[in-house]
């Protein structure tokens, strides 16, 4: 499975950097409709390290935050209608996109070792906003959901949130 995104990539789109960059792939992409990446759960996360001792589980708050990241990419990628194989014009973006509500329903627990997909489909846009759909899922086993359900985005000017 060749990604149409690396991690690389995904920098010059996102503000995000480790241990907070939470997507490490776009293994697919439709304009305008629907997302698919990666992000490989090892055991050396930070987060695992405290969630739980002797029982390490990706906290449910980072999945969400790495669907929301699958989100931005989707928007980002539809706004500079990318195609693949195109370069990226970066440049410092007057605005960020920002989660603007989440409804998801946590399903199972992800241990290290996963390979989660993450999923996002666009359900509607309106000015600044967009709601997607989401969902998170094991890889290897699709049928093994981890998370399930909404976020909305909202793309804000940096200056309006630093105030």
Not at 83 to 90: E, I, R, S, T
């Amino acid at each position: 499975m060749n990604p149409l995104l690396n991690n690389y990539q995904i920098q010059q789109l996102l503000p995000h950097r480790y241990p907070i960059q939470l997507v490490d792939q776009v293994i697919e992409f439709e304009e305008n409709k629907e997302i698919i990446a990666l992000k490989a759960i090892g055991i050396g996360e930070p987060a695992l390290r405290g969630h739980f001792p002797n029982f390490p589980i990706m906290p449910g708050v980072l999945l969400v935050e790495a669907l929301g990241q699958t989100c931005a990419l989707l928007l980002e990628l539809t706004r500079r209608q990318w195609k693949v194989g195109d370069d990226f014009n970066v440049s410092d973006e007057q605005s960020l996109g920002v989660l603007g509500g989440v409804k998801v329903k946590m399903l199972k627990p992800v241990l290290p070792g996963t390979l989660v997909k993450l999923k996002a489909t666009l359900d509607w846009s309106k000015g600044p906003a967009s709601s997607l759909n989401v969902v998170a899922y094991d890889a290897i086993n699709e049928k093994k959901i981890f998370v399930r359900g909404s976020i909305l985005v909202a793309m804000a000017p940096k200056s309006s949130l630093s105030s």
